[in-house]
């Protein structure tokens, strides 16, 4: 049996988070319910969480693993991005807090269904949201060459994209579609020169991330998401995000930098952009985990931790 996804930086979270033990919360990427049951035991009975998660699955798993907590939780299969319109439906206002991890799970990143695995047989997918049309499969036989290489690059940062994207468009040609993971992963791999396909992990790792991030829209989500969590956090309340590579963390810190009053206007002439702080960040630089917890968990070794609290 596969062990259930562990909460990364499940302390801090908890210390930053939950600052009215009987109030309401949002875990928007409830995943396995790890964070979400670690919220709930430290709320008072009046407390309560709200999850959210765009895959139907790990809600399915999520509800069984916080069965516990029933009547004291609202899950709903619903991507972050409409946290606005959930709390709408739900006819409340505002939250005392809202945690987001960007991370996918263990089980998701294992299911050969879904193609998240490079060391895996499995259908080239990667939808998050089983609703969704695009599929990494649609990406990797249908994109141009040219477009290939702009989302290893952006997404992946892949520093040979061009070439995996040459060979990419080579092997379809030569050798029909591709199906599965394993066979994208071997192509991935050839098209890297011997020398640095040692270098920072599997040689497939990149092109997968950029892949996953393309087909569920990961970065523009994030961007879409942080504004709605602003707006629904009461005076006081704190939002938590937990990144896991410098994409998702920039945007992450360049939202707090923007919404914490710094002048952004040039140097050495009068501010006239007239920057109005509505967050501080609480712990200025990102927290990233004990290096006890990567033992444990090696999976949160990337984990990039930010907390702000929005002011009056």
Same mark, same amino acid.
């Given at each position: 049996?596969?062990?259930?996804?562990?909460?990364?930086?499940?302390?801090?979270?908890?210390?930053?988070?939950?600052?009215?033990?009987?109030?309401?919360?949002? #875990?928007?990427?409830?995943?396995?319910?790890?964070?979400?049951? +670690?919220?709930?035991?430290?709320?008072?009975?009046?407390? *309560?969480?709200?999850?959210?998660?765009?895959?139907?699955?790990?809600?399915?798993?999520? @509800?069984?693993?916080?069965?516990?907590?029933?009547?004291?939780? &609202?899950?709903?299969?619903?991507?972050?991005?409409?946290?606005?319109?959930?709390?709408?439906?739900?006819?409340?206002?505002?939250?005392?807090? &809202?945690?987001?991890?960007?991370?996918?799970?263990?089980?998701?990143?294992?299911?050969?269904? !879904?193609?998240?695995?490079?060391?895996?047989?499995? #259908?080239? #997918?990667?939808?998050?949201?089983?609703?969704?049309?695009? /599929?990494?499969?649609? &990406?990797?036989?249908?994109?141009?060459?040219?477009?290939?290489?702009?989302? $290893? $690059?952006?997404?992946?940062?892949?520093?040979?994209?061009?070439?995996?994207?040459?060979?990419?468009? !080579? +092997?379809?040609?030569?050798?029909?579609?591709?199906? #599965?993971?394993?066979?994208?992963? @071997?192509?991935?791999?050839?098209? &890297?020169?011997?020398?640095?396909?040692?270098?920072?992990?599997?040689?497939?790792?990149?092109?997968?991330?950029? %892949?996953?991030?393309?087909?569920?829209?990961?970065?523009?989500?994030?961007?879409?998401?942080?504004?709605?969590?602003?707006?629904?956090? /009461?005076?006081?309340? !704190?939002?938590?995000?937990?990144?896991?590579?410098?994409?998702?963390?920039?945007?992450?810190?360049?939202?707090?930098?923007?919404?914490? =009053?710094?002048?952004?206007?040039?140097?050495?002439?009068?501010?006239?952009?007239?920057?109005?702080?509505?967050?501080?960040?609480?712990? =200025?630089?990102?927290?990233?985990?004990?290096?006890?917890?990567?033992?444990?968990?090696?999976?949160?070794?990337?984990?990039? %931790? *930010?907390? +702000?609290?929005?002011?009056?």
């Amino acid at each position: 049996m596969v062990e259930l996804h562990r909460p990364v930086m499940e302390r801090e979270v908890l210390e930053y988070l939950v600052c009215c033990p009987d109030g309401i919360y949002i #875990d928007a990427t409830l995943g396995d319910g790890g964070h979400a049951g +670690a919220i709930l035991s430290s709320l008072t009975p009046q407390g *309560r969480l709200i999850g959210l998660d765009w895959d139907k699955e790990a809600l399915k798993r999520a @509800e069984k693993r916080l069965n516990e907590f029933k009547g004291r939780m &609202i899950l709903v299969h619903e991507s972050y991005t409409n946290v606005e319109e959930v709390l709408l439906n739900l006819k409340i206002d505002l939250v005392d807090g &809202i945690l987001i991890d960007l991370g996918a799970s263990t089980l998701q990143l294992m299911d050969a269904e !879904r193609g998240f695995s490079y060391h895996r047989e499995g #259908d080239l #997918d990667m939808r998050m949201d089983r609703r969704s049309s695009l /599929t990494a499969k649609d &990406i990797v036989n249908q994109y141009p060459e040219e477009q290939l290489a702009t989302i $290893f $690059f952006r997404y992946g940062e892949e520093r040979w994209s061009k070439k995996i994207a040459t060979s990419i468009v !080579r +092997a379809r040609e030569q050798h029909g579609p591709f199906e #599965d993971s394993k066979a994208l992963a @071997e192509v991935v791999k050839g098209a &890297i020169p011997a020398r640095f396909r040692r270098q920072g992990g599997h040689p497939s790792r990149k092109v997968f991330q950029a %892949l996953r991030l393309a087909v569920n829209r990961e970065l523009e989500n994030i961007s879409a998401f942080l504004p709605q969590a602003l707006r629904v956090l /009461t005076p006081g309340g !704190r939002m938590v995000v937990i990144a896991y590579h410098s994409l998702e963390d920039r945007i992450v810190k360049n939202f707090l930098r923007e919404h914490s =009053g710094q002048c952004s206007c040039p140097p050495n002439l009068p501010c006239v952009c007239g920057q109005k702080a509505e967050l501080k960040s609480i712990t =200025g630089k990102a927290l990233k985990p004990l290096p006890t917890e990567v033992e444990n968990n090696p999976r949160a070794r990337s984990a990039r %931790l *930010r907390v +702000a609290e929005k002011l009056n």
